[in-house]
Protein backbone atom coordinates (compact mmCIF):
# COMPACT_ATOMS: atom_id res chain seq x y z
CA UNK A 1 0.00 0.00 0.00
CA UNK A 2 0.69 3.37 -0.59
CA UNK A 3 2.68 5.17 2.62
CA UNK A 4 4.79 8.79 3.22
CA UNK A 5 7.85 8.76 5.73
CA UNK A 6 9.34 12.03 7.07
CA UNK A 7 11.84 13.44 8.77
CA UNK A 8 11.48 13.18 12.42
CA UNK A 9 11.45 15.87 14.06
CA UNK A 10 11.23 18.26 16.44
CA UNK A 11 13.31 20.70 13.95
CA UNK A 12 14.33 24.09 15.67
CA UNK A 13 15.70 27.12 13.61
CA UNK A 14 16.45 30.58 14.41
CA UNK A 15 14.69 32.88 12.26
CA UNK A 16 16.06 33.52 8.93
CA UNK A 17 17.30 29.64 8.43
CA UNK A 18 17.03 27.33 5.54
CA UNK A 19 14.31 24.93 5.93
CA UNK A 20 14.31 21.17 4.92
CA UNK A 21 12.18 19.09 5.80
CA UNK A 22 12.28 15.44 4.14
CA UNK A 23 9.55 13.36 2.61
CA UNK A 24 9.60 10.16 0.59
CA UNK A 25 6.61 8.06 -0.39
CA UNK A 26 6.11 4.92 -1.24
CA UNK A 27 2.96 4.53 -3.92
CA UNK A 28 2.00 2.73 -6.96
CA UNK A 29 1.09 4.82 -10.21
CA UNK A 30 1.48 8.47 -10.34
CA UNK A 31 0.34 10.05 -6.92
CA UNK A 32 -0.13 13.53 -6.24
CA UNK A 33 2.15 15.13 -3.64
CA UNK A 34 0.93 17.80 -0.76
CA UNK A 35 2.39 19.36 2.30
CA UNK A 36 -0.46 20.77 4.53
CA UNK A 37 0.43 23.13 7.43
CA UNK A 38 -1.34 23.25 10.92
CA UNK A 39 -0.35 25.71 13.13
CA UNK A 40 -0.87 26.01 16.58
CA UNK A 41 -4.57 25.92 17.89
CA UNK A 42 -5.63 25.45 14.29
CA UNK A 43 -6.90 22.28 12.24
CA UNK A 44 -4.48 21.22 8.83
CA UNK A 45 -4.53 23.96 5.81
CA UNK A 46 -2.68 23.11 2.43
CA UNK A 47 0.51 24.48 1.85
CA UNK A 48 1.03 23.09 -1.27
CA UNK A 49 0.79 20.21 -4.18
CA UNK A 50 2.30 18.76 -7.43
CA UNK A 51 0.31 16.82 -9.73
CA UNK A 52 2.93 15.28 -11.91
CA UNK A 53 6.61 14.49 -11.54
CA UNK A 54 9.38 17.12 -11.49
CA UNK A 55 6.32 19.78 -10.80
CA UNK A 56 7.23 22.29 -8.17
CA UNK A 57 5.12 23.30 -5.85
CA UNK A 58 5.04 26.95 -3.76
CA UNK A 59 3.22 29.15 -1.27
CA UNK A 60 4.21 31.29 1.26
CA UNK A 61 7.69 31.30 0.29
CA UNK A 62 7.87 27.43 0.22
CA UNK A 63 8.49 24.96 -2.17
CA UNK A 64 8.69 21.12 -3.05
CA UNK A 65 9.46 19.85 -6.21
CA UNK A 66 7.87 16.43 -7.60
CA UNK A 67 11.01 13.99 -7.85
CA UNK A 68 9.69 10.67 -8.97
CA UNK A 69 13.54 9.27 -9.61
CA UNK A 70 14.11 9.20 -6.02
CA UNK A 71 10.11 9.23 -4.76
CA UNK A 72 10.51 12.34 -2.53
CA UNK A 73 8.85 15.46 -2.09
CA UNK A 74 11.08 17.71 0.43
CA UNK A 75 10.36 20.97 1.66
CA UNK A 76 12.25 23.83 1.70
CA UNK A 77 12.59 27.41 2.28
CA UNK A 78 15.16 30.09 1.90
CA UNK A 79 14.18 32.19 5.23
CA UNK A 80 12.21 30.69 7.96
CA UNK A 81 9.97 33.63 9.88
CA UNK A 82 8.77 33.33 13.45
CA UNK A 83 5.26 32.64 12.24
CA UNK A 84 6.14 29.30 10.10
CA UNK A 85 6.01 27.67 13.46
CA UNK A 86 3.88 24.48 13.14
CA UNK A 87 3.25 21.15 12.50
CA UNK A 88 4.33 20.00 8.81
CA UNK A 89 2.60 16.80 7.12
CA UNK A 90 3.35 15.54 3.69
CA UNK A 91 0.82 13.67 2.11
CA UNK A 92 -0.69 11.64 -1.18
CA UNK A 93 -3.22 10.86 -3.22
CA UNK A 94 -3.62 8.47 -5.49
CA UNK A 95 -4.57 9.24 -9.04
CA UNK A 96 -7.81 7.49 -8.80
CA UNK A 97 -8.28 7.19 -5.17
CA UNK A 98 -10.06 9.52 -2.43
CA UNK A 99 -8.03 9.13 0.44
CA UNK A 100 -4.82 10.35 1.39
CA UNK A 101 -2.10 8.64 3.23
CA UNK A 102 -0.02 11.10 5.70
CA UNK A 103 3.13 11.19 7.20
CA UNK A 104 3.64 11.50 10.60
CA UNK A 105 4.10 15.33 10.57
CA UNK A 106 7.43 17.06 11.47
CA UNK A 107 7.25 20.15 14.42
CA UNK A 108 9.21 22.90 13.37
CA UNK A 109 10.02 26.18 15.72
CA UNK A 110 11.34 28.71 14.55
CA UNK A 111 13.07 31.16 17.29
CA UNK A 112 13.77 35.12 17.17
CA UNK B 1 -16.82 31.42 2.74
CA UNK B 2 -17.79 28.94 5.33
CA UNK B 3 -15.40 26.12 5.79
CA UNK B 4 -15.91 23.06 6.79
CA UNK B 5 -17.40 22.46 10.49
CA UNK B 6 -17.35 19.78 12.99
CA UNK B 7 -19.39 19.18 16.02
CA UNK B 8 -18.85 18.48 19.12
CA UNK B 9 -15.46 19.96 19.20
CA UNK B 10 -14.95 18.00 22.08
CA UNK B 11 -16.65 14.85 23.55
CA UNK B 12 -16.29 12.98 26.40
CA UNK B 13 -17.54 10.01 26.74
CA UNK B 14 -17.73 6.82 28.95
CA UNK B 15 -16.68 3.41 27.87
CA UNK B 16 -19.58 1.27 26.15
CA UNK B 17 -21.24 4.38 25.38
CA UNK B 18 -22.09 5.19 21.45
CA UNK B 19 -21.22 8.59 20.05
CA UNK B 20 -21.95 10.70 17.02
CA UNK B 21 -19.70 13.24 15.68
CA UNK B 22 -21.21 15.25 12.72
CA UNK B 23 -19.65 16.66 9.61
CA UNK B 24 -20.66 19.94 7.70
CA UNK B 25 -18.34 20.22 4.49
CA UNK B 26 -18.23 23.01 2.46
CA UNK B 27 -21.10 23.72 -0.13
CA UNK B 28 -21.09 21.98 -3.16
CA UNK B 29 -18.29 19.92 -2.36
CA UNK B 30 -18.55 16.52 -3.92
CA UNK B 31 -16.47 14.51 -1.69
CA UNK B 32 -15.46 13.91 2.35
CA UNK B 33 -13.61 12.23 4.12
CA UNK B 34 -13.30 11.14 7.88
CA UNK B 35 -9.51 10.61 9.26
CA UNK B 36 -8.27 9.97 12.96
CA UNK B 37 -5.33 11.68 13.75
CA UNK B 38 -3.55 9.74 17.63
CA UNK B 39 -1.46 12.66 19.33
CA UNK B 40 1.86 13.13 17.36
CA UNK B 41 0.60 11.16 14.21
CA UNK B 42 -0.78 12.30 11.24
CA UNK B 43 -4.39 11.92 10.30
CA UNK B 44 -5.22 7.88 9.39
CA UNK B 45 -7.88 7.48 6.56
CA UNK B 46 -11.43 5.98 7.90
CA UNK B 47 -13.56 6.69 4.89
CA UNK B 48 -15.23 8.37 1.92
CA UNK B 49 -17.95 9.43 -0.04
CA UNK B 50 -18.39 10.91 -3.08
CA UNK B 51 -22.03 12.15 -2.65
CA UNK B 52 -24.25 9.92 -0.80
CA UNK B 53 -22.10 6.98 -1.68
CA UNK B 54 -19.61 5.48 0.94
CA UNK B 55 -16.62 4.94 -1.96
CA UNK B 56 -13.94 3.67 0.42
CA UNK B 57 -14.52 2.13 4.17
CA UNK B 58 -11.15 0.19 4.38
CA UNK B 59 -9.91 2.31 7.23
CA UNK B 60 -12.65 2.36 9.29
CA UNK B 61 -10.99 -0.02 12.44
CA UNK B 62 -14.09 -2.58 12.71
CA UNK B 63 -17.47 -2.71 12.16
CA UNK B 64 -18.03 -0.63 15.85
CA UNK B 65 -17.36 2.35 13.51
CA UNK B 66 -19.70 3.18 10.83
CA UNK B 67 -20.71 6.42 8.93
CA UNK B 68 -23.33 7.65 6.89
CA UNK B 69 -24.05 10.78 4.18
CA UNK B 70 -27.26 10.44 3.38
CA UNK B 71 -27.95 13.67 1.26
CA UNK B 72 -25.11 13.99 -0.23
CA UNK B 73 -24.32 16.78 2.08
CA UNK B 74 -23.73 16.53 6.47
CA UNK B 75 -22.13 13.38 7.46
CA UNK B 76 -22.24 11.31 10.76
CA UNK B 77 -19.55 9.19 12.12
CA UNK B 78 -20.73 7.16 14.79
CA UNK B 79 -18.95 4.64 17.20
CA UNK B 80 -20.86 2.49 18.84
CA UNK B 81 -19.75 0.56 22.24
CA UNK B 82 -17.21 3.27 22.93
CA UNK B 83 -13.63 2.01 24.10
CA UNK B 84 -10.41 4.12 25.47
CA UNK B 85 -8.84 3.25 22.86
CA UNK B 86 -11.01 5.25 20.94
CA UNK B 87 -9.66 8.07 21.66
CA UNK B 88 -8.13 10.59 19.26
CA UNK B 89 -8.60 13.78 17.18
CA UNK B 90 -11.33 12.98 14.54
CA UNK B 91 -10.94 15.19 11.15
CA UNK B 92 -13.50 15.73 8.26
CA UNK B 93 -12.35 17.09 5.16
CA UNK B 94 -13.78 17.67 1.75
CA UNK B 95 -12.47 18.36 -2.01
CA UNK B 96 -14.69 19.34 -4.46
CA UNK B 97 -14.08 16.09 -6.03
CA UNK B 98 -11.61 12.91 -5.53
CA UNK B 99 -9.22 12.14 -7.21
CA UNK B 100 -6.51 13.54 -9.49
CA UNK B 101 -5.55 17.76 -9.39
CA UNK B 102 -8.97 18.41 -7.41
CA UNK B 103 -8.23 16.47 -4.31
CA UNK B 104 -6.85 19.33 -2.46
CA UNK B 105 -8.90 18.99 0.83
CA UNK B 106 -10.32 21.67 3.09
CA UNK B 107 -9.82 20.05 6.79
CA UNK B 108 -12.67 20.66 9.41
CA UNK B 109 -11.39 21.86 13.16
CA UNK B 110 -11.75 18.24 14.10
CA UNK B 111 -13.62 16.46 17.20
CA UNK B 112 -11.28 15.69 20.17
CA UNK B 113 -13.25 12.25 21.48
CA UNK B 114 -11.97 11.21 25.40
CA UNK B 115 -13.23 8.37 26.25
CA UNK B 116 -12.90 7.79 30.15
Known amino acids: GNSVTQMEGPVTLSEEAFLTINCTYT??????LFWYVQYPGEGLQLLLKATKADDKGSNKGFEATYRKETTSFHLEKGSVQVSDSAVYFC???????????FGDGTTLTVKP | GAGVSQSPRYKVTKRGQDVALRCDPI?????LYWYRQALGQGPEFLTYFNYEAQQDKSGLPNDRFSAERPEGSISTLTIQRTEQRDSAMYRC??????????????FGPGTRLTVL
Open chain 1, 27 to 32: ATGYPS
Open chain 2, 27 to 31: SGHVS
Open chain 2, 93 to 106: ASSILAGGSYNEQF
Open chain 1, 91 to 101: ALSGTNAGKST
